[in-house]
């Protein structure tokens, strides 16, 4: 299964992409934004590349493919937690084992030829690979490093954006969307057709970074959704989901 492309037939590579490779849908246990209205969304402020990144699943991202207006191309993808911190899984057909060592959960990605990216590295509250130091070597397995994710709080951007280019990796910026209001928020533009693995490399590192932010109202109605998604029987804990 390869991600569907709904982009325009006339775009030809070496036409600007807008891509976001970083956003939640209702499969989140922590967002209550419908997959549906989310592309809709995406659509509607100009991205041409979403990849939706739900934790632990990616049954949502299909639902998105699915529902994705013309223009628009939904990359298949997962948040993945791994025992050192959370790890973005691009281009998979299967959602990835949740707590595995980071080694453990790349080489598994890598089996799916997904691409691998870096998750709001130095993180202070939120489950971050850079945080720790000895993780610096997995550095070299990653494809990017989110260097501005719209809802880091404190100097985490900053630190990895210095981060990646010590270690000559390519940073990108991503809205990490809960909200339909938090869509393209952030994101990268880029030169080439995204559209594939190896297009996406081909195109990074992005022309440019769009490094808009979320506003801290908008950010408070995640404990809202955890809440009803505890309800709904969606609360974090269990294995990856099967689509």
Known sequence: MSARTNIDPARAPGVRAFIDLHCHTSASFDSLAEPAKVVRAAAARGLTHLAITDHDRIDGALRARDAAPVGLTVIVGQEVRTKAGDLIAAFIERPIERDLPAAEAIAAIRDQNGLVGMAHPYDQFRSS???????????????????????????????????????????????????????????????????????????????????????????????????????????????????
């Open 129 to 243: 690979l850079l945080r720790d130091a000895l993780h610096e070597s997995l550095m070299a397995s990653v494809d990017w490093i989110e260097v501005h994710n719209a809802r880091l709080v404190g100097n985490g951007n900053e630190r990895a954006a210095a981060a990646a280019r010590e270690h000559g990796r390519p940073g990108i910026a991503v809205s990490d969307a809960h909200t339909v209001l938090e869509v393209a928020v952030a994101y990268n533009v880029v030169d080439g057709d995204p559209s594939t693995p190896a297009g996406l490399l081909a195109a990074l590192p992005p022309t440019e970074l769009v490094t808009g932010r979320a506003t801290y109202v908008v950010r408070l109605w995640t404990p809202f959704a955890k809440g009803v998604q505890r309800l709904r029987g969606n609360g974090r804990g269990g294995s990856a989901v099967e689509a």
